[in-house]
């Protein structure tokens, strides 16, 4: 009699276990599905990632779920089948949220391409002030009467500039 309740005990334990941890990965998933939603809503956000310091934010939250993701398919392909489909739904959720993930590498990518435009332009406003800036004051000592007027200022000019 001793034998069989031991043997019932340590199939209630092994299915209280496989519960707790599909629990686990239900409640993990709820919580993926929670931050896909934010990080789309920040997507969806004309003002977020519109600069280089929000875009790398976006971008690191953007890796740090694909990390959680990948984690959480380790624990899904793991979960023992308490019975017969007791796993679809955990599955079927898994499912929705990495093919919601990953609808939206596409607009995360459009805000990386939009900043980083506007970091070259920036950029390059930025080199042609320079040079505009350096033709002027190279425009000021041409201008200038008094220098050149012999060969000997001509010449210094000449390996000045």
Do not use: W
């Amino acid at each position: 009699s001793s034998g069989i309740n031991a043997e019932y005990g340590g199939e209630k334990d092994e299915a209280l276990k496989a519960a707790e941890k599909n629990q686990t990965a239900a409640d993990k998933l709820q919580d993926l599905h929670v931050m896909v939603e934010d990080l789309k809503s920040a997507l969806d956000t004309p003002d977020s990632g519109g600069d280089t310091a929000s875009a790398k934010q976006l971008a690191k939250k953007y890796d740090l779920l694909a990390e959680e993701i990948k984690q959480l398919h380790v624990v899904c392909d793991d979960l023992p089948e308490i019975e017969v489909d007791s796993l679809a739904p955990i599955n079927a959720a898994r499912d929705d949220v990495q093919c919601r993930f990953a609808e939206l590498e596409l607009p995360l990518e459009r805000k990386r391409k939009k900043v980083e435009e506007k970091d070259n332009l920036r950029e390059f406003n930025r080199l042609a002030g320079d040079e505009e800036q350096y033709l002027k004051e190279k425009e000021i000592a041409l201008d200038n009467k008094n220098l050149g007027q012999t060969l000997m200022e001509a010449e210094m000019l000449l390996t000045k500039h």
